[in-house]
């Protein structure tokens, strides 16, 4: 399944990322997800992990519907699926946080990750009645909700508190009022993608049937994030290493600190060693392909083998060379330019990407891929888009 956001990506980043909703109308056709899968995907998830829970106006406590049992020796638990049941016919919403290691779903993520440049988190949300899960809230990352059944209405105000990061949850903000003006009221219907920035209240509700969508948040790099690594660099600093005593005895020292501090955020050295530093510690997952980088009796990839880059930003380092799922990768004039088309164009095949540098060797560029591929650099897809 391929989204398609129909957004130009630079208009995008200009007038809404970061700054208002946008709704991506019929962003995907042909769904190859029913409930047969999605019951897949909810029954092999750890029902009585954190990332797993039953909302119903509140998050009904876990007891209710979860027992240890003892399982040829070891204690385990389950869902008491009667509780489960009685819970979403009278308005429940059940909801698996950080869904991992399901191939569609990681696939729907990943065009997510690459549109927005960030890192994701994908979350499932199943009702089947009209009753809302949640109040009305922000969020601490943007967020996009990918209707994949049925239908959700959202009701999006502009936001009480911008620019919210981790800490910043509604609930412990209950001096902030919620807006009374609607910015939009609007329903998702299955193949539609709404994008919502942090900050912006939100309630999201069903619409008295079926309905399962996926909220897949954003994580880019912030300021906070750039100032907390700038820590290590503050001791170097003279003025810091000072004792202080009163502030108008030490007025001057701390202008002077002031100032040091601002030449540090400034440096543009610094910037960039923060970037690598917050690239070298991001992760892509990727699919298993065993029977090929596995096995020693291959030595180039399938012409009609599609690949996918394991990045979500693609930073370009100035000394040459990109870090990708950790890997630090060189580059010159010819793997500079494929690894930025395989970013630019995902899931492009062998033979795709062969014929878009006919200029160089096709066996130089095929062995420079399944090197990239043994790296877990870039991903062989290997299911049915």
């Not at 996009?144 to 903000?173: C, D």
């Not at 998702?188 to 079926?210: F, K, M």
């Not at 020693?296 to 083998?305: E, P, R, S, V």
């Amino acid at each position: 399944m391929i989204i398609n956001l129909n957004k130009d990506i630079l208009d995008f980043k200009e007038n809404f990322l970061n700054q208002k909703p946008y709704l991506f109308k019929s962003s995907f056709q042909n769904i190859n997800i029913d409930w047969a899968y999605i019951n897949e995907v909810y029954g092999r998830a750890d029902f009585s992990h954190q990332n797993f829970k039953l909302m119903n106006g509140y998050e009904v406590p876990k007891s209710e519907y979860i027992e240890s049992y003892l399982n040829v020796g070891v204690i385990e638990h389950r869902c008491i699926r009667p509780v489960l049941y009685e819970y979403l016919r009278n308005g429940a919403t059940l909801v698996h946080n950080r869904i991992k290691n399901e191939p569609l779903i990681d696939h729907i993520s990943k065009q997510i990750a690459n549109f927005a440049e960030a890192q994701t988190i994908a979350s499932g949300y199943a009702a089947f009645s009209s009753k809302p899960s949640y109040k009305s809230h922000w969020d601490t990352r943007d967020v996009y909700a990918v209707q994949l059944l049925g239908r959700k209405r959202w009701i999006l105000k502009k936001p009480s508190f911008e620019f919210p990061l981790y800490m910043h949850q509604t609930k412990n903000f209950t001096d902030i009022q919620e807006p009374e003006e609607v910015y939009m009221d609007v329903i998702l219907e299955a193949g539609d993608v709404l994008y919502i920035p942090r900050g912006w209240w939100h309630n999201p509700l069903p619409l008295d049937g079926e309905t399962f969508h996926l909220a897949v948040g954003t994580f880019a790099p912030t300021g906070f994030e750039y100032m907390g690594w700038l820590q290590n660099l503050i001791p170097s600093v003279l003025g810091s290493r000072k004792s202080l005593s009163n502030f108008e005895h030490d007025t001057e020292a701390i202008n002077n600190l002031s100032d040091q501090v601002a030449d540090l955020i400034k440096d543009k050295n610094h910037y960039q060693n923060f970037m690598m530093n917050y690239v070298s510690e991001q992760r892509v997952p990727s699919m298993l392909s065993l029977d090929v980088l596995g096995n020693g009796k291959f030595t180039k990839l399938d012409a009609n083998q599609k690949l996918r880059l394991n990045a979500n930003l693609l930073y370009f380092f100035e000394e040459g060379f990109f870090i990708i799922n950790g890997n630090k990768i060189n580059v010159d004039e010819i793997s500079l330019k494929l690894i930025q088309y395989l970013f630019d164009h995902p899931c492009s095949s062998v033979l795709k990407i062969l014929s878009q540098f006919p200029i160089y060797p096709a066996e130089k560029v095929n062995d420079f891929l399944f090197k990239l591929a043994l790296e877990d650099v870039i991903e062989l897809v290997i299911f049915d888009l």
